[in-house]
């Protein structure tokens, strides 16, 4: 299978602590990868230093095999790789067309085809009903979905999501899952950072587990929930019955 | 848009010259168009961009100063000196928007630092008196010749001043892009970038572009006035003047800056009439008054609230 994404090496230190230790990490070519860990673990960083927005210490970043490490953030979703936000950060004076419209605005030629393709991405999410309206209007799924939109205006082929479904029902979950997979056959890769159990075994093909910024296993979603080591990076060692 | 405005003007120069209404209504409405001249163009960076910039005495005073000292010494008109002082304005904004930008210093930080840019200035052009003539500022030679931006009817400037009006609204119309970029920088400059924008060139293209414009405005005012002195053209209380008038107006709107000034300068002039020959001061308090009373009840200036109603 064909790495989209690898990392190799990948180190970030804030002061005396290792948030990133020599993470290697691969998306490949239209999988849904998950990463998981304690909080702590170095999952946002790690997305932060893929995506420029911390400079890695040490090791190194490839994209479609070129060497992207250490570009700022801009140049980095122009190349393909887009990312949300644990929080969200949608533009609050900005309708929603408009807010899409911001990542659309680099890769197309004028306002009309920024415009339309915008309002493609709004569709593709099911939010074209409601472009006119502003993020402070709808519904927390909404802002959830909205934000997808947003990178999806962007091109970008690869989609990093953090935590893009905290704070929702299951019902509500299950909405951004079957949208993320609708994507995924679109020809999208994505990694996501999750916490809940439940939307791992439902979205991921694959998961990395994190732990104090160390790689420490990886595998399926059922081989990773039965594992030794993720329990005891979660609960402790004295829960880790075997 | 572009017919709009030049109708609009066009009607209102034709109002004035037919009706030809006392100097001092001529000169409040022209005053109301150099406000909003130079307040749409500090918006761009401080409404747009949301980068709040008290620096902007810097670019009008360059402006002034350039394309004067350039036509009292040099003799050399004032529309060629007004490109002169673009390009020092250029180079100022450079000077400070680069380091400031570069390092993230956004918000209060930018706000600060801009303030003190001004007071170096002004303390600048007090300082080398052989130049600039220092406090008691510089009165320009009378040509009264069009030629030379002067005239000795002051309708005239009316036309002058609107037509560089149109041009900057124009210009801000038509670069959407850019305005897009600007407002997703002012609303989350990191959300920004995760969606392609080039935060630091947007921002330092924003106070470029702004600067260039408020140059212009500078080299106006200068010949419109035809007396300059460090403390109106390069002092801290025209930055404030500007900013409220931006706030007032709105500042998520291009027009909202000219809505802001078409009701403060009558506001602040009728208030002047009326009271300053006799209690002297006051009509500041008054002044302040009604600024207080609109921002407590719109709070996002005139034009949000005109749209929220629609």
Redesign the interface.
Known sequence: MRLLLETIKLSKKFGGLWALKKVDVGVEDNEILGIIGPNGAGKTTLFNVITGFIKADEGSVFFNGENITGLPPYKICRKGIARTFQLVRTFSKLTLLENVMIGALSTTKDMKECKSKAEECLQMVGLGGEKSLFPTEITTIDCKLLEIAKVLATSAKLLLLDEAMVGLTPTEADVIISTIQRLREQGYTFAVIEHVLRTIRKLCDRIVVLHNGSVITTGTPDEMIKDRRVIEAYLGEEYAVT | MLWKLILFSAALTTVIYVTNPPPYVVHIIINIFWFAYVTSSWNIVGGFAGQVSLGHPVFIGLGAYTSTLLFMNYGLSPWLGLFCGMAAALAAAALIGVPCFRFGIRGPYFAIGTLAYTMVMEQLAMAFREVTGGGFGITLRRIDSLLYFQSADPKVYLPIILSFWIVLIYIMHRL??FR??L??I???E??????????FRVKLYALLISAAFSAVGGTFYAQYYRYIDPATVFGPDLALEIMLIAIFGGI?DLFGPTIGSGILIPISECLRILLGGRYFGSYLIIYGIILILCVLRLPEGITAYLSKKR
């Open positions: 959407q892009k897009y970029r407002l997703a002012r609303e989350n990191d959300a920004a970038a995760a969606l392609g924008v080039n935060v998520y």
